[in-house]
């Protein structure tokens, strides 16, 4: 069965600290994986796909195909990063795009 | 900029009321969804379409029907609300290409039934 588990709810940092944010996936075939945020009173909107290798508003995340698994890392937490952060799975055939959704993260980063 | 429309941002409606939801793109995307977002349990997919008059099931399809006349209107429709309906619902669309993963939300209905 496709799914996408992230294991903390909540994770609380002070400014200055790094940040992990956990998820792993179940997924018999090559996975295409995404990391969502939504800021307060935001739309959700796309950070960052593993396609791209990107480091976006100084956040990266690798693919571990072994460990199933796809991180969010940022090395230094501003206290704007604080928002609900979801990783996400492509599964549907084709061109659907038909996402499955993690739970959810909220990042709480305190002055 | 992509802009995805939901018409209603608050409704609070009775148990059996016949609820609809409205959802429009103007982005000429082929791909439209509907999810609705719970606290402790993400985003669950109800149904989603991929062209005009298509549909197909999600997840959680149960207690919900959609309809797509339009390429650019995607509705969410409850035939009788329950109380466990109760829920934020993410309409989100996105091109027909594969490895793109870019959905574009809709800023959220948020329905209350009573």
């Known amino acids: 069965a496709q799914r996408v588990t992230q294991p903390e709810k909540l994770l609380s940092v002070f400014k200055g600290a790094p940040v992990e944010l956990k998820c792993n996936y179940s997924?018999?075939?090559?996975?295409?994986l995404f990391w969502y945020v939504q800021y307060s009173r935001q739309r959700l909107q796309l950070l960052l796909r593993?396609?791209s290798r990107e480091s976006i508003k100084g956040f990266t995340a690798d693919l571990n195909k072994g460990e199933t698994s796809f991180h969010l890392k940022k090395p230094f937490a501003q206290e704007e990063d604080s928002a609900m952060y979801y990783c996400?799975?492509?599964?549907?055939?084709?061109?659907?795009?038909?996402?499955?959704f993690g739970a959810g993260t909220r990042l709480a980063v305190h002055p | 900029d992509v802009k995805v429309t939901q018409s209603s941002r608050y409704l609070v409606k009775r148990t059996g009321e016949k609820v609809f939801l409205e959802c429009v793109q103007d982005?000429?995307?082929?791909?439209m969804f509907w999810y609705r977002q719970d606290p402790g349990l993400g985003l669950r997919l109800i149904y989603f379409s991929y062209d005009v008059k298509m549909k197909e099931k999600g997840d959680i399809p149960e207690g919900y029907s959609v309809s797509r006349e339009k390429k650019e209107r995607f509705s969410l429709i409850l035939e009788s609300a329950s109380t466990n309906q109760t829920s934020m619902y993410l309409c989100a669309s996105s091109l027909y290409h594969r490895g793109t993963g870019e959905l574009f939300f809709g800023e959220g209905s948020r329905l209350t039934v009573l």
């Open positions: 593993h396609i």
């Open positions: 982005m000429d995307h082929e791909n």
């Open positions: 996400a799975l492509c599964g549907g055939p084709g061109g659907y795009n038909k996402l499955i």
């Open positions: 997924y018999s075939g090559s996975p295409e």
